[in-house]
């Protein structure tokens, strides 16, 4: 049996909030996929705004999951790529994407369909 104290709740509680907050693991999984600048990220994720991919960028770049970086070029190039952290984040949501195949139809039939963030194929 696995035993969690009420401190580790409150820190997998605090994970799991971050990455199932709206876009959040659809711009994590763009960037495992190869995203590096915005609009490659625009590009993979269906839906989601200029305004908010921003907001959701500069809060995983907070967080320490993803790293924005200035090019010295002319015009000025930003690229974002996942973090060591980022990257460990993905490698625990693969599963949890291998378990949402396997029971596609129980979470179509219980979650209304605006609230999936989609990601381009």
């Known amino acids: 049996m696995?035993?969690?104290?009420?401190e580790e709740c409150r820190r997998f509680q605090s994970a799991a909030e971050l990455a199932g907050r709206k876009w959040n693991a659809a711009i994590l999984l763009a960037g495992a996929r190869g995203a590096r600048r915005f609009s490659e990220y625009q590009h993979l994720i269906?839906?989601?705004?200029?305004?908010?991919?921003?907001?959701?960028?500069?809060?995983l770049?907070?967080?320490?999951?993803v790293r924005r970086?200035?090019?010295?070029?002319?015009?000025?190039?930003?690229?974002?790529?996942?973090?060591?952290?980022?990257?460990?984040?993905?490698?625990?949501?693969?599963?949890?994407?291998?378990?949402?195949?396997?029971?596609t139809e129980e979470l179509t039939r219980n979650v209304a369909p605006t609230t999936a963030a989609p990601l381009a194929s």
Do not use: C, F
């Not at 696995?2 to 009420?6: A, G, S, V």
């Not at 269906?46 to 809060?59: F, H, P, Q, T, Y």
């Open 2 to 6: 696995l035993h969690i104290n009420e």
């Open 46 to 59: 269906n839906g989601i705004s200029d305004r908010l991919l921003s907001a959701r960028m500069k809060e």
């Open 61 to 65: 770049e907070g967080e320490g999951l």
């Open 69 to 103: 970086e200035v090019q010295p070029t002319t015009p000025v190039t930003i690229t974002y790529t996942l973090t060591k952290s980022g990257l460990q984040l993905i490698s625990l949501l693969h599963p949890l994407v291998n378990w949402s195949r396997e029971h």
